[in-house]
């Protein structure tokens, strides 16, 4: 069985006098206790008459957040160490607004402590040991640079140079960071070495000594070349050394860095005495029928072999090694000019040689006029064409050539040399003429064109290559068609999709060149509706459909106020005035499509009573504010388990709220005029009633 108690409230409506309020005082900030390296607190004492606080937030002088809150206190989540945040406090309520309070706070405001490396000496050697780090405070700390470790500082692993070590140390108790550094000086003592160019040479040789190995810009390199007067030079470059007489020598070098001292290093090398063989004498014993040269000189003593050098018409050097002091060239021709010389060849380095070089010309045949008849010009791909060489009888030859024609198909564009060769029998001369073919590559084709366009925007094609007023020019675009001309030329896809574009170039002599490019063109597309009606108070989801061809898309709705989020495809929305926002869907490839929206909002939109119950309900529809300073509502049913209490200006702004019957809206300097109430009750069986009615403030 259910039993229900009905109570009756009733209004007592007394006649005050009219009073003279002030504004209400301005509220004094602090900054609370709770402040830490992520948080800042602020905190004020109660205002005495303020309903309600307006704050604005600024964090490092960033675009104020506006917000209003109850309690007299804010706190700011998810800073950085050493944010500032500025915090103003404006109290509302009757009889008025205060004045404007302002703080900064700031996160982690960390004591003044100074950070100091211990442990390290200003120089080390790359051979010392490591050494540890001391940071001079107490916490979780890391260092950085070359060779360091944790807090462990290697001299071998840094290397020779300048080393800046860096150390961050956070405090245990209150988690702040201390950065500090340091910079110590590392020098080589390891000596890298040294290179000679031979540990065995003859006497007036040159031999090169230099620095192997990496080597610390710093160090200072002491040598000792014996007997070659160049004693203790100090120095790193190339050095030439010269012995005048035969021995066994040393070459010492040791390097000091710093402090850091190498130990010498040295390295043997013999001299030896040089014997002279002489030059030889070189004859040629030529045999015009032959079409030979037969060459000899006079043996070496100390020669083990000879040298044979020789060039046939400036056609290039030929080495050849003969043991023996004769030489034969054959299968020359008439009119060959052959220049030979031979080196003596030693076993034993230390001897010195000497060349000699002879010419030989055979006698000239009788003049014979050769030619090819052949064009001098191909276009690259063409056909094969018909050559010949005259007298007739001969042989042609070069790359492309085939019998009697010489195609093209198969080489590259560039210059080619097509070569004839007649035998005459009476004379026995051999004849060789040639001419050059130019295969041309023809006009290039390249032409500029983005990889990518977006649907319906302009996209510019430019031919890249060199042009002249003997060119045609044809552009086939897949889906806009055949455009003539040079150019540039400018086009619009309609579609999306994957487009060919292809130029062909023709030059004056009909060498062709074509060059294609693929384009992509992308798309973003909405489904959307551009306007919605609620009223106020209420809220609405946004759901919009956006597809792009390729790649994610990013959202943004301007201004964002009254949205749930300003960056996705469905927001909710809860503007408290008709507002239109700016739908922007945007794809990887910078392509976007926009939409207005526009939510039309009822400032008054009174809701129809829900209830049957409406005449338990005591509202005031006219208050005379001369003679009563609150207007109270009352129910005359049970008693509700939960109330809410609204009231709205004509422009739909929240001018009040409760959620205690008990509680009036002070009404003593509100301006006359006509104001909205939202009521919902909520009776002890669960049951919610609602009410919605304009009523009347005059005076």
């Known amino acids: 069985m259910k039993y229900y108690y009905y109570f009756l409230i009733s209004v007592l409506l007394i006649t005050l006098p009219q009073w003279s309020w002030a504004q209400l005082d301005t509220p004094v900030l602090s900054c609370g206790e709770e402040s830490s390296t992520d948080q800042v607190c602020f905190t004020w004492p109660v205002v005495e008459g303020a309903l309600i606080y307006a704050i604005t937030i600024s964090i490092n002088e960033s675009a104020p957040l506006e917000t209003t809150v109850v309690l007299n206190e804010w706190c700011q989540y998810g800073l950085s160490q050493g944010d500032v945040v500025t915090l103003t406090?404006?109290?509302?309520?009757?009889?008025?607004?205060?004045?404007?309070?302002?703080?900064?706070?700031?996160?982690?405001?960390?004591?003044?402590?100074?950070?100091?490396?211990?442990?390290?000496?200003?120089?080390?050697?790359?051979?010392?040991?490591?050494?540890?780090?001391?940071?001079?405070?107490?916490?979780?700390?890391?260092?950085?640079?070359?060779?360091?470790?944790?807090?462990?500082?290697?001299?071998?692993?840094?290397?020779?140079?300048?080393?800046?070590?860096?150390?961050?140390?956070?405090?245990?108790?209150?988690?702040?960071?201390?950065?500090?550094?340091?910079?110590?000086?590392?020098?080589?003592?390891?000596?890298?070495?040294?290179?000679?160019?031979?540990?065995?040479?003859?006497?007036?040789?040159?031999?090169?000594?230099?620095?192997?190995?990496?080597?610390?810009?710093?160090?200072?390199?002491?040598?000792?070349?014996?007997?070659?007067?160049?004693?203790?030079?100090?120095?790193?470059?190339?050095?030439?050394?010269?012995?005048?007489?035969?021995?066994?020598?040393?070459?010492?070098?040791?390097?000091?860095?710093?402090?850091?001292?190498?130990?010498?290093?040295?390295?043997?090398?013999?001299?030896?005495?040089?014997d002279d063989i002489g030059a030889v004498t070189v004859n040629a014993i030529p045999d015009i029928a032959g079409l030979s040269v037969t060459f000899d000189w006079d043996m070496a003593e100390g020669a083990d072999a000879y040298q044979v050098s020789y060039v046939i018409n400036d056609s290039g050097v030929s080495l050849e090694l003969v043991t023996e002091n004769e030489f034969l060239l054959s299968d020359l021709d008439y009119g060959d000019v052959v220049e030979l010389c031979v080196f003596p060849i030693s076993a034993d380095p230390c001897y010195a040689y000497a060349e000699n070089c002879i010419q030989q010309t055979l006698d000239d045949c009788p003049p014979l006029e050769l030619s090819i008849d052949a064009p001098t010009q191909i276009c690259s791909g063409g056909s094969a064409v018909p050559i010949a060489g005259f007298p007739e009888g001969g042989t042609l030859s070069g790359p492309g050539v085939s019998d009697s024609s010489f195609d093209p198909a198969d080489l590259s564009p560039g210059e080619y040399t097509l070569s004839y060769e007649f035998f005459d029998e009476e004379t026995t001369c051999t004849y060789t003429t040639s001419i050059v073919v130019e295969i041309s590559e023809g006009p290039s084709a390249v032409f500029e064109a983005p990889f990518f366009a977006c649907l319906g925007e302009l996209t510019l094609l430019e031919y890249a290559g060199t042009s002249s007023p003997t060119m045609d020019f044809v552009w086939e675009v897949n889906g806009v068609g055949t455009l003539e001309g040079e150019g540039p030329h400018y086009v619009t896809f309609n579609t999306a999709g994957d487009y060919d574009i292809t130029l062909s170039v023709q030059e004056e002599g009909g060498c062709v060149g074509s060059y294609t490019e693929t384009i992509d063109i992308h798309a973003v597309e909405l489904d959307v509706a551009n306007a919605y009606s609620i009223s106020v108070g209420e809220s609405i989801d946004l759901d919009f459909t956006a597809t792009s061809t390729a790649g994610g898309i990013f959202y943004s709705w301007e201004p964002g106020n009254g949205l749930s989020c300003d960056n996705c495809p469905t927001p909710t929305a809860s503007p408290l005035e008709t507002s239109t926002y700016l739908f922007t869907a945007i794809n990887d490839f910078g392509c976007y499509e926009q939409i207005e929206v526009t939510i039309y909002v009822d400032a008054l939109g009174l809701e129809e009573n829900t209830s049957d119950m409406a005449d338990l309900l005591v509202v005031p529809h006219v208050v005379d504010a001369s003679r009563t300073s609150s207007w109270n509502i009352n129910w005359m049913g049970a008693i509700p388990v939960d109330v809410n209490c609204e009231v709205y200006d004509m422009q739909g702004r929240m001018l009040f709220r409760t959620s205690d019957m008990s509680q009036g809206w002070q009404v003593g300097q509100v301006p006359s005029g006509v104001y909205v109430y939202r009521i919902e009750l909520i009776d002890a069986s669960g049951q919610k009633h609602q009410y919605s009615q304009r009523f009347l403030i005059h005076r």
């Open 89 to 274: 406090v404006i109290a509302q309520g009757p009889p008025g607004d205060s004045e404007m309070a302002t703080l900064e706070c700031v996160a982690n405001d960390c004591p003044a402590l100074e950070l100091t490396l211990g442990g390290l000496a200003p120089t080390y050697c790359t051979g010392d040991e490591a050494a540890t780090i001391l940071p001079s405070l107490v916490g979780d700390c890391d260092c950085t640079g070359l060779g360091v470790s944790g807090l462990s500082f290697s001299p071998e692993e840094a290397g020779a140079g300048a080393v800046t070590i860096t150390c961050s140390c956070v405090t245990e108790e209150d988690a702040c960071i201390y950065t500090a550094g340091a910079t110590v000086m590392v020098y080589d003592n390891t000596n890298p070495g040294f290179n000679l160019s031979t540990t065995t040479a003859c006497v007036g040789e040159i031999i090169t000594a230099d620095l192997a190995g990496v080597v610390d810009p710093s160090a200072v390199y002491a040598w000792n070349f014996t007997d070659v007067g160049a004693a203790n030079v100090l120095g790193n470059e190339v050095y030439e050394l010269i012995w005048d007489a035969p021995g066994t020598y040393e070459v010492v070098l040791a390097v000091q860095a710093g402090d850091c001292s190498s130990e010498a290093i040295a390295q043997t090398l013999v001299i030896e005495a040089a």
